[in-house]
């Protein structure tokens, strides 16, 4: 008796198409099935890049979509975060270097604020006064890059690895980086 009702609600939820935002592409990425719009209003959908770009050096990224605008079955979503996957994150680390974490509040030039947290591994040990020089120095420059920049931008170039090579020349006096990573970025 149990099963029936609950194959009745089942069979009346409609079935949504979830398109992510235009710099991520304009395919559609699934479906999702709710019981009407307002349902779909806000919800968060939470997907790997590389389902999203078809990349798969963007496999170990996961991409955190939150629905904004549901047109009869689509819905749109908006950004709301990029992280890497704690298994990759925690392969980077390895003895004889040293992780450097940031974390910084940036704003666009449009005036939008969101977080931006790295990851920066060493080639060889270094001691603290290093650290935190090649802190100071991330975040001077994403300060500078973001505040010149859109967010969308900004994703786009670290992305495409140009942000992290610039950081990496801009560090080269201080200690030789060999990777640096987006640990999380959140809009």
């Known amino acids: 008796m149990a099963t029936g009702k609950s194959a009745d609600k089942w069979k009346s939820k409609m079935w949504f198409n979830i398109y992510p935002p235009k710099l991520l592409g304009e395919a559609a990425i699934g479906e999702i099935p709710a019981n009407d719009e307002k349902a779909m209003m806000g919800r968060m959908i939470k997907v790997s890049m590389s389902w999203i770009t078809h990349k798969p050096e963007h496999s170990f990224m996961l991409v955190g979509l939150r629905v904004n605008k549901v047109n009869g079955s689509n819905a749109n979503t908006d950004l709301n975060y990029i992280e890497q996957t704690f298994s990759y994150i925690h392969s980077l680390v390895r003895r004889h270097s040293s992780a450097i974490y940031t974390v910084d509040s940036l704003k666009d030039k449009e005036g939008k604020g969101f977080v931006l947290k790295l990851i920066a591994v ?66």
């Open 122 to 187: 060493t080639a060889n040990k270094i001691r603290t006064p290093k650290k935190t020089a090649i802190r100071k120095a991330i975040g001077s420059f994403a300060k500078e890059f973001s505040s010149s920049h859109t967010v969308d931008e900004f994703l786009s170039a670290m992305l495409d690895g140009s942000f992290q090579s610039e950081i990496a020349r801009r560090t080269a006096n201080i200690a030789l980086i060999s990777k640096l990573e987006l640990k999380r970025i959140e809009l």
